[in-house]
Every structure is written in structure tokens, then in C-alpha cells.
């Protein structure tokens, strides 16, 4: 998003205020063109014999977002069997997708066999039942490198404690495991968090990974998972991909000399491709001042946008109805009603009722956080691509609060 003298636009010259009163208010958009820039920016950092990226699709699932990544030629990262049915239906092959589950039952894994696609083990004993049920079907484990990462508690996976992977410290088990069912690994596979600035932390993972993966001769891929930070604040800190990359294919590839086979090297970003393609638009219904502060009410809330209440996560807030004039300090509230605030004390060009509100960064983890909370409607998405706009979600309204609610005939 840009602004000249007066209006704000997207990348390709649609203006976003013809947005927001087109579809109205609230409602998410994305620009598909950063989306292939950000896939391009992270692809052309590698000089790797074999590189590949799987969109980790729980950051933003519509269709028409994966249909872009697809046709990028990216793979997908998924959590759930769900997520893969989606990916099917947006046209990857079972083979194009990586099914990442945390714990989850047997039973959802051997769903995931059925529709024949990769499968990434985190936990000893799925590892074990899966080997003695499937020891024909090749599987990737997930490793937890203990390695301390990303942006706050909240978000780091990697640490002792956590719930995810497979102790390091636990490979005589895994190849106990693999020996005695028979098991053929094909890949080994890390994700140590999210928000992770410094490159040293990706390094880190990358010798711990090359330390072990000499025990497993059949590997066809390192799935080194993402966290890759994206600047927030519009001060340009995040994760600096092109240094990464390199120390990342000069290591990778002489690593490949001593395992004697070139590897596939795989990255799962959900954020570094989508979070800085979305924007969210709310209408202000209301200005009001108390005692000591001027809060901004909005025709949204958490409902729609948890990240700011969930995890303290910053969103750069911004007036597009006013291209000019004074800046004025505000505290910016949604409409549900509990503690709901998007931002506190922000520096915005003077709000008047009636304007419109950016919320930047809403391409990952916020429509598909939305929810119905005090029976409000999701709002609608909206995708602007090479020139024009096409509503990809329509917004919800009262049939779907109650579609799917049975009412017993005993009142
Ligand atoms: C969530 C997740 C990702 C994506 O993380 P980002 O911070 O959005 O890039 C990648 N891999 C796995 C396994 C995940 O769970």
C-alpha cells in the first residue's frame, strides 16, 4: 500500500478507499502481486541444486491465495487433514503436500495415508505405531533441536519444553524405532518458532540437522521449517534473507559433498509469504474521549482480528481517509464487548467518524483466526491481482450464524 497526494492504493494502482466502499466495511484484502514478490525474494536467496517451498497454509487458507502459491510453483505445509483437503481442492497433488500434524490421533495420520500425501511424524509413539502399521510408507520426522527462538514465549516452539518434535536427544530411539519397524526416512524436518531476526539461530538448527541426518541414509529432503521474521513497524527489521541464504546454500551445499547426494532443501513460510499482503479496513463508528484518553471505536474487533489481544502482536494502524492534515495520538477499540484493543496511544492523521482504518501485516493468522464471537458475521476477503479485484469470500450473514445449529422439536 502506497499513498500519493490523495489517496492510498495498492501495489497495482486500485485505490483502497473504491475498496473499502466497493465491498464496504469490514473486510480483509490482499495483494496477490506482494505475495508472488515475497515468494520470489525468498526463492532467488538460495543457490541450492534443489530448493522448494511449502506454503504453511494455516497463515491464510483461501483458495484463491493458494491457487497464487501454486501456481508459483510452491509446495504446501499442513496441520491438519483438513488443510489438505483444501489443498487438493485448490489443485496440488497429494505429493505437493506436507502434512505437519501436532499431536494428533493415529487415526487422522492414517486418513493422511489414504490421501497419499508426505507425512512429518513429531512424537515417538505415533513414530512406532506408524512403522508397525505402514513400514512401507516413507515418512519425515520432525526433530526438536532445542534451540531457544522467535519472538516472545507464546511463539517459540523449540525450546525443552516444548510440545513439538522430537528430542534430539532422543535418537537412539528413533533409530531403534526405524530398525525394528523397518521404517524408511525420507526427511528430517525442524520448525523452531516464529519472529527469528538473526540468522545465527537458523544456522544453529542447520549444524544440529547436518549432525544427525548422517544416520539416516535414505533422506531425500531437510526441511529446515520457517519463522522468518517480517517487519511490523515499517521499520524494515526482519529477517535479512539474502545473508541467510547464502550462509545457509554454502554450508548446505558442502554438506552434500560429504553425505555423497544432493538433498532437497525446503522452507515452510506462512508469514514471510502473506502477513505484509494483507491489509484490514474497519469504518470508525465512534470517537470518544474519557479523562485521559481519546479512543477510536471501530466496526470490528477481536472477533475478527485476535493477534493484538492474543499475543500482543503489533499492527500498524493507519487513517486512509486523510492523506493530510495533523497527526493526533489515539487508542484504537474494537466493538466487542470485553477488553479489545487493537493498538494504544497510536499516532494517526485526525479521525473523524465515518473513516476508514488500515490495519496492516493481516495476510497470516487473522482472517483465519476470525470467529463469530458475540454473533457477529466474519467479514468478506478480497483479492486485488495484476489490475483488478475479485471478492473471494463473501461476508457472512444470518443464515450462516444458524445454519449449522439443530433445534429439537421439545420447547
Ligand atoms: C506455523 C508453521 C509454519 C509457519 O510459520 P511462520 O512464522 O508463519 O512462517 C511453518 N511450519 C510449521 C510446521 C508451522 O506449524
Redesign the pocket.
Given at each position: 500500500m502506497f499513498a500519493d497526494q490523495e489517496d492510498y492504493f495498492f501495489q497495482d494502482g486500485i485505490s483502497v478507499k473504491d475498496i473499502a466502499s466497493h465491498y464496504d466495511c469490514p473486510i480483509y484484502v490482499y495483494d496477490g502481486n506482494i505475495i508472488e514478490q515475497q515468494y520470489r525474494k525468498l526463492y532467488n536467496a538460495f543457490d541450492l541444486p534443489r530448493l522448494q517451498i511449502?506454503y504453511?497454509c494455516?497463515?491464510l487458507t483461501n483458495i484463491s491465495v493458494l491457487k497464487i502459491i501454486k501456481n508459483l510453483g510452491a509446495h504446501l505445509?499442513t496441520?491438519s487433514i483438513q488443510e489438505v483437503k483444501l489443498g487438493l481442492h485448490a489443485g496440488f497433488s497429494n505429493g505437493q503436500i506436507m502434512y505437519?500434524p501436532?499431536c494428533v490421533s493415529l487415526e487422522e495420520i492414517r486418513l493422511a495415508v489414504e490421501l497419499g500425501v508426505k507425512i512429518?511424524i513429531d512424537n515417538l509413539s505415533i513414530l512406532e505405531q506408524f512403522g508397525q502399521e505402514f513400514p512401507n510408507y516413507p515418512v519425515c520426522i520432525?526433530i526438536n533441536p532445542h534451540i531457544l527462538a522467535g519472538g516472545n514465549s507464546k511463539?517459540s516452539?523449540g525450546h525443552i519444553d516444548s510440545k513439538?518434535g522430537i528430542s534430539i536427544h532422543q535418537l537412539p530411539h528413533i533409530l531403534r524405532i526405524v530398525e525394528n519397524t523397518g521404517l524408511t526416512i525420507d526427511g528430517l524436518?525442524m520448525?523452531t518458532?516464529?519472529?527469528i531476526l538473526d540468522s545465527g539461530v537458523f544456522m544453529q538448527g542447520a549444524e544440529i540437522f547436518l549432525s544427525i541426518a548422517n544416520h539416516f541414509p535414505d533422506l531425500d529432503y531437510l526441511d529446515l521449517?520457517?519463522?522468518?521474521k517480517v517487519s511490523y513497524k515499517n521499520d524494515g527489521i526482519e529477517t535479512d534473507i539474502e545473508d541467510l541464504g547464502k550462509k545457509l546454500s554454502t554450508r548446505f551445499n558442502e554438506f552434500f559433498k560429504s553425505y555423497g547426494k544432493v538433498l532437497n532443501i525446503i522452507f515452510?513460510?506462512?508469514?514471510?509469504?502473506v502477513?505484509q499482503a494483507g491489509v484490514f479496513l474497519a469504518k470508525v463508528n465512534v470517537v470518544k474521549q474519557t479523562t485521559a484518553n481519546v479512543f477510536v471505536g471501530v466496526d470490528s474487533g477481536l472477533n475478527h482480528l485476535i493477534r493484538p489481544m492474543l499475543y500482543d502482536a503489533y499492527h500498524r494502524i493507519e487513517n486512509i481517509s486523510k492523506v493530510s492534515g495533523p497527526m493526533r495520538i489515539y487508542s484504537i477499540v474494537g466493538y466487542i464487548c470485553e477488553t479489545d484493543t487493537f493498538g494504544v496511544n497510536r499516532k494517526l492523521r485526525e479521525v473523524n467518524e465515518g473513516d476508514i482504518l488500515a490495519f496492516h501485516n493481516a495476510g497470516?493468522?487473522c482472517y483465519q483466526m476470525s470467529s463469530n464471537y458475540n454473533s457477529r458475521y466474519r467479514p468478506a476477503e478480497v483479492l486485488v491481482y495484476n489490475g483488478k479485484h475479485h471478492l473471494i469470500r463473501r461476508r457472512e450473514n444470518f443464515e450462516d450464524l444458524i445454519s449449522n445449529q439443530v433445534e429439537p422439536n421439545i420447547f
Open positions: 511449502n504453511a494455516k497463515a505445509d496441520v505437519t501436532n512429518n520432525r511463539i516452539v513439538f524436518h520448525h518458532g516464529s519472529d521449517g520457517s519463522g522468518f515452510e513460510p506462512g508469514k514471510f509469504l502477513s497470516a493468522y
